[in-house]
């Protein structure tokens, strides 16, 4: 049972919103799409969920061209990121409007309704209005009303974007367990990298308009494709340097050298791209054969037990996380640590050439 | 965003179809065909092509007709507008006082139009009505039957009663949707009055006053049964604006090769003006990215 | 610039309030010092807007006074206290082009044209919108509407604060990286007052020198982001810093030891039993699985957060974050969590208890 998308694409009044692409989701998976916003993440689901008919290429459902089928006729459920329910209805009518749609009977309306409500911990607000709750409670409801038609497509379109930071994050530890119940293939569209790590599962990465790369979450982070999957699937932005090896010496200039090992070895000589996330540069030695990176702090950021360090380095502007508080001054120059084995290696067109080492030992 | 083909939908629109068909289509039809023809309405025609046109293109009558609508157009507009904004900008906006100001500025609307015209026709009579007995009473000349300046004057006062309402109504609603923040920052930018009207309420409204605009434009061009009932069209033909000629000319007269004439030319001006309205209109909301 | 003083300052948005239940802000006094970094944070409904508002002359407090230095401007309106304010929905005049956008609280109050046409080029310059300036207003997206207000909230150099109210809440992640740097980097050159609300810890803690928590229209806690990690004063700050929160375990105190279900964990202080509702709190950065040693713990999930772990479980039926480093082997040994008792924090009725020395 899997949702397939062939070659598909959509342009609208000759604007490309979306690059041919082919996906396919696997029953019972939790897929992430992320990517910033105006990616192509909107319109892929609306795609996905037959609410747009896609410029060419086709979408398959169990096997079966659902291309040009309307939403209304095909099983699938949309959350959005404003809180929508009728505003008119308790909760209760809320939750139970697709099923009464259904026809089913009001035995199993009311037994479906208060399991699913029972699962989101809405069970003391059924008899309220939508907009007698707090925006938690409103989204829950929305979501509670995607999950109780047990459709197999649940499409969730940024929906906690528009709560508070705390109450997000207990949603979103909620969000696996509901999942996991369900049974559905749910697609989930995000521009925070920290919510698809949090969510696991696959994840697409999106760039304008593309999809760059597709896989389990934790292979999409360690191992990306290219720099753009990379860049999009890190927050902080992931750093980068320009680098030439010669011979059995990489060299990220300034007398900053590694010795070209493992795979690295096999490489043709060249100009090539480094990339590192912001965690792994450190403030001391912290392994035999750590490179020393001079920069000059700008601004330091404390979150409390860590901090962020907003550093240049020649004309490289990096950002570092580091643990603990500090609290040093801006236009310092500081010396940074960074473990050859955390460093990614791209061709100058973006294209992974040899993944971080720590990454492939995971 | 475009929404999937439904084809349902054009059943559903088929009897409105067939009805504008019979009550409009139809007749304009046997209208332009009037106009091209020399008839006396018992079906006999003599076909005279474009000589009504012309003949309609330089009457000296039908240029005067036109001036005089054009102007009290103008007129009305001119008054209307900005009145109708000023009055919607000091609208209460909340509480019940804003249900009390809003019943009663929609009062003018309901009435039917003879009873507008038959109001103020009393209303302004020197022997029994109100307006007319005080203003003789304070000894101004007022008689609009037979001063041209004080006809035009009722007209316009008129127009402008029974009127203004409808502008002030719709850009009362384009205000509504003016978030408060709107509001906030201007008081934080510390903008003045004159500022935040023009910077933040107009640029609103611009939508609302568009389409209040046109359609106060089209219903003055158009408009018959009120100066009709108060003037007659007179004193002489001062007060004669389009539609009073032209009824004049296919009811009155009979003639009615040049009325249909008239009345397509009419139909046209009305027409373009109503078109250019729509593209400008279209043409901002283009702009706004909607 | 100026100090913000807050006297016996209440709301209540009902016209008769009879209990403290009926008030939007309960009485609070308060001082924002010149040139300060504020930022208050709480989550939706806890008053911070309405604190904001008061501030800015927005909003008229039921009870109180507040002073700007010396000057008393309750009564005052918002154009009359000389701030700026930015809002969280982008405010941008349409008709306008973002160079008139920028330029009009300095045209409003008679600036120099020279003067405003350097003041708006500098803006524009960071907030990234130098190629735009000549553009109208109508038609950009949400982003740069949102640059441009918050360019307009910057561009006035003798205001008596800047107020933001959850401004990057429409940003993209990427961008607000930049932003919040430019934002404190503009306080360290101009060294205005700058207030900053919002519900992301994340904003608050790296923007502020100062952070005033609020729970329920009351100031829970006012300190450094370093104070408020490591010694939140109300199981609130624990709760709402931190990503996951501080953990929060019912338990017995008593001298420098403390009982959770059962079994003893030694405390760095010492502590006369607490009356109240007690309970202690642990961050998840610093419990540590082990093999024998601690509370027992029942593992439930493992979550990869990329640059570390987060291992969620249950001691005595109450959930427990703890955080991993990334790569970590979390085998089936380890059966026990272990807290380190200097970090660990005692509370009672839901406010911190200090304990004295052992």
Redesign the interface.
């Known amino acids: 049972m899997a949702l397939e998308l062939q070659s598909v694409s959509r342009v609208v009044k000759g604007q490309v919103h979306l690059h041919p692409t082919t996906l396919t989701l696997e029953k019972g998976t939790m897929n992430v799409l992320l990517g910033p916003t105006l990616s192509g993440k909107t319109s892929l689901m609306r795609v996905m969920a037959g609410l747009d008919v896609p410029t060419s290429g086709r979408v398959m459902w169990h096997g079966q061209d659902v291309t040009g089928q309307r939403v209304q006729d095909r099983k699938v459920a949309m959350v959005y990121q404003q809180f929508i329910n009728y505003p008119a209805m308790s909760v209760y009518d809320n939750i139970a409007s697709p099923l009464r749609l259904m026809g089913k009977s009001a035995a199993e309306i009311d037994r479906a309704v208060k399991s699913t409500a029972e699962m989101l911990k809405l069970t003391p607000m059924l008899g309220r209005k939508p907009l007698e709750l707090s925006g938690g409670q409103q989204q829950r409801c929305a979501l509670a009303r995607a999950l109780v038609k047990e459709a197999g497509l649940v499409l969730l379109d940024e929906p906690l974007a528009n709560l508070d930071y705390k109450l997000r994050e207990e949603l979103r530890a909620e969000i696996p367990r509901i999942f996991e119940a369900s049974g559905a293939i749910f697609v989930y569209a995000t521009t925070e990298p920290e919510e698809a790590l949090l969510l696991g599962g696959n994840t697409a990465t999106l760039w304008e308009g593309r999809v760059t790369q597709f896989g389990p979450t934790p292979q999409v982070y360690r191992q990306p494709m290219d720099a753009t999957t990379a860049r999009v699937f890190s927050d902080p932005p992931m750093n980068f340097i320009d680098c030439r090896k010669t011979g059995h010496r990489i060299s990220f200039g300034e007398a900053v050298n590694a010795p070209a090992d493992g795979a690295l070895a096999a490489l043709p000589d060249g100009s090539y791209r480094a990339g590192f996330r912001a965690n792994h540069l450190h403030l001391n030695v912290h392994s035999g054969t750590a490179l020393e990176f001079r920069c000059t702090l700008g601004v330091t950021e404390i979150t409390g037990s860590e901090t962020f360090l907003h550093l240049s380095h020649g004309a490289n502007r990096w950002v570092g996380l580091v643990h603990g508080v500090h609290d040093l001054s801006p236009g310092a120059e500081i010396s940074l640590w960074l473990d050859p084995a955390h460093v990614y290696l791209f061709d100058p067109s973006g294209r992974l050439v040899v993944p971080a080492p720590y990454a492939m030992a995971a | 965003m ?1 929404k ?1 083909q439904n084809n349902k939908a054009w059943f559903l629109v088929l009897p409105v179809l067939v009805v504008v068909a019979f009550s409009a289509i139809i007749p304009l039809m046997t209208v332009v065909n009037y106009s091209v023809n020399d008839t006396f309405g018992n079906n006999e025609f003599f076909w005279a092509g474009l000589e009504w046109f012309e003949e309609m293109v330089t009457s000296d009558r039908l240029h005067e007709a036109l001036g005089r609508q054009i102007l009290f157009s103008a007129i009305i507009l001119a008054i209307e507008v900005p009145l109708g904004i000023y009055i919607a900008l000091n609208m209460p906006k909340k509480g019940v006082w804003a249900s009390v100001c809003l019943v009663l500025m929609a009062l003018p609307l309901l009435i039917p139009f003879n009873v507008v015209g038959t109001i103020w026709q009393i209303f302004g009579r020197v022997d029994i009505g109100l307006l007319g007995h005080y203003l003789a009473a304070l000894g101004i000349d007022y008689n609009y039957t037979n001063d041209p300046v004080d006809a035009w004057i009722t007209v316009v006062v008129m127009d402008v009663w029974h009127w203004t309402s409808l502008i002030a109504l719709l850009c009362y609603a384009g205000l509504q949707s003016i ?1 408060n ?2 509001y ?2 201007a ?6 009055r004159w ?1 935040v009207f023009r ?2 309420e ?2 609103k409204m611009q939508g609302v006053l568009l389409i209040a605009v046109l359609l106060r434009f089209m219903d003055s061009f158009m408009i018959y049964t009120e100066p009709f009932v108060v003037t007659g069209g007179g004193p002489g033909n001062s007060t004669t604006f389009l539609s009073i000629d032209l009824v004049k000319m296919a009811v009155g007269q009979f003639d009615l090769g040049p009325a249909a004439a008239f009345s397509i030319m009419y139909f046209l001006v009305i027409l373009l003006v109503s078109w250019v309205f729509y593209t400008v209109m279209t043409n901002l909301d283009k ?3 909607r | 610039m100026a100090q913000i003083t807050l006297k016996n300052l209440a709301h209540s948005y009902l016209p008769q309030p009879k209990g403290e239940g009926d008030y939007a802000l309960k009485e609070m006094d308060h001082i924002w010092q010149n040139g300060g970094a504020y930022a208050l944070l709480g989550s939706s409904g806890c008053g911070k807007t309405t604190l904001l508002n008061i501030i800015s002359g927005l909003l008229r407090p039921s009870q109180g006074r507040v002073l700007f230095g010396d000057t008393d401007v309750t009564d005052a309106e918002t154009a009359a206290r000389n701030i700026a304010q930015v809002f969280q929905f982008p405010v941008v005049y349409d008709t306008m082009t973002v160079r008139d956008n920028l330029a009009f609280p300095l045209r409003n109050r008679g600036m120099e044209a020279s003067y405003i046409k350097a003041r708006v080029d500098q803006i524009a310059a960071m907030i990234g919108m130098e190629a735009m300036l000549d553009r109208k207003a109508r038609g950009l997206t949400a982003d740069a509407k949102q640059k441009i207000s918050l360019g307009r909230g910057m561009v006035r150099q003798d205001v008596n604060a800047i107020l933001f109210d959850e401004p990057l809440t429409v940003i993209d992640p990427h961008m607000k990286w930049e932003l919040r740097t430019q934002l404190k980097q503009l306080h360290r050159e101009f060294g205005h007052t700058m207030i900053y609300v919002t519900h992301d810890q994340t904003e608050a803690l790296t923007f502020a020198d100062k952070v005033v928590v609020m729970y329920d229209g009351r100031v829970v806690q006012m300190g450094t982001p370093e104070e408020l990690f490591e010694t939140p004063a109300h199981t609130f700050v624990g709760y709402f810093i931190g990503s996951p929160g501080m953990n929060l375990l019912p338990a017995t105190v008593q001298g420098n030891r403390a009982t959770v279900a059962g079994t003893e964990i030694p405390l760095a202080a010492n502590y006369t039993p607490p009356r109240g509702r007690v309970q202690i709190g642990i961050r998840p950065e610093y419990a540590t699985l082990t093999a024998g040693r601690g509370l027992p713990f029942t593992l439930r999930r493992v979550e990869d957060v990329g640059r570390h772990r987060i291992i969620r479980g249950e001691v005595a039926g109450q959930p427990v974050n703890v955080i991993a480093p990334e790569g970590m082997a979390v085998g089936t040994d380890l059966t026990h969590v272990s807290f380190a008792p200097d970090r660990i924090s005692v509370y009672a009725d839901d406010w911190r208890v200090t304990g004295g020395p052992i």
């Open positions: 475009e999937t978030p923040a709107y906030q920052a008081r934080v930018d510390q903008a003045s500022a910077y933040i107009l640029p702009e706004e990215g």
